[in-house]
């Protein structure tokens, strides 16, 4: 599989795409297959919420490669010009989730990887980068 | 847009989930089985999610919504062969699913069923 690959969020069934590039990428490193369901749960999550409250975007999938410790991963990188995240404390709060209720909110994804950054800006859009590495 | 297919096995209604799911499909599913629970008169329902890799917060919820809506239409339900990497990744996730019923395998839900066990 090419890495990086660029994956457009702009509809249901892209989230399901993003889900297969990111499974197809971890089975390449030969991710355990409990690390591979996180990250795949974990791309789920965020790809819907691109789409859903970002009014759409991109993920971008790549294999990586740790220079310090040797160990490969995957890293997605969830971009959208959406509304942004107003306050994201509260975003990250456990058990928070915006009216629809229809994630669980940022803390729970945020478990099931190994890194996970987040830039918002109002108006402007967010990007949201997550890396499980290999054991 | 895919749809799974309902199959009625006596008083049950077996759902046996084979594709990726995507949003609009398990909001289809919801609908769907409520029509076929009323329909039939079924008294059980079994979702089979042996060959499903991914539960995320919304197939997740989706458990929850069909087994108290099938509830109110007098049916159990029951959630069999769950993976185990799921169900790691689903307790991580902070999605409990508390009032799901689950089994093993397909099996043991039809006994869990047959039962009558008050499920509730």
Same mark, same amino acid.
């Not at chain 1, 942004?84 to 306050?87: E, K, L, R």
């Given at each position: 599989m090419t890495s990086p690959a660029e994956v457009p969020i702009t509809s249901n069934d892209d989230v399901v795409r993003v889900r297969q590039v990111v499974r197809g990428l971890a089975a390449e490193v030969k991710m355990s297959l409990v690390d591979q369901t996180k990250v795949v749960t974990a791309a789920s999550e965020l790809a819907r919420n691109t789409f859903v409250y970002g009014g759409g975007g991109t993920a971008t999938v790549e294999l990586v490669t740790?220079?310090?410790?040797g160990r490969t991963g995957v890293k997605i990188v969830f971009t959208d010009e959406g509304p942004?995240?107003?306050?994201v404390d509260l975003a990250l709060t456990e058990g928070w989730s915006s009216g *629809? $209720?229809? $994630?669980? $909110?940022?803390s729970g994804t945020r478990r099931l990887v190994d890194e996970f950054d987040l830039e918002t800006e109002p108006g402007t859009g967010t990007r949201i980068s997550v890396t499980k590495w290999t054991r | 847009m895919e749809r799974v297919p309902i199959l009625k096995i006596g008083d049950t209604l077996l759902v046996s989930i084979q594709i990726d799911l995507q949003d609009q499909t398990v909001l289809a599913l919801q609908e769907d089985l409520a029509e076929r629970i009323v329909q039939t008169q079924a008294r059980g329902v079994i979702i089979d999610?042996?060959?499903?890799e991914i539960v995320d917060s919304f197939i997740g919820r989706m458990f929850a919504t069909i087994a108290s809506m099938s509830r109110l239409l007098d049916a159990e339900t029951v959630v069999v062969g769950m993976r185990p990497a799921v169900a790691i990744t689903l307790v991580e996730l902070g999605l *409990?699913?508390?009032g799901v019923r689950t089994a093993l395998d397909l099996e043991r839900g039809m006994k869990l069923l047959d039962s009558g066990a008050d499920l509730r």
């Open positions: 740790n220079p310090a410790t942004g995240i107003p306050d *629809s $209720g229809l $994630g669980l $909110g940022l | 999610i042996t060959a499903v *409990s699913l508390g």
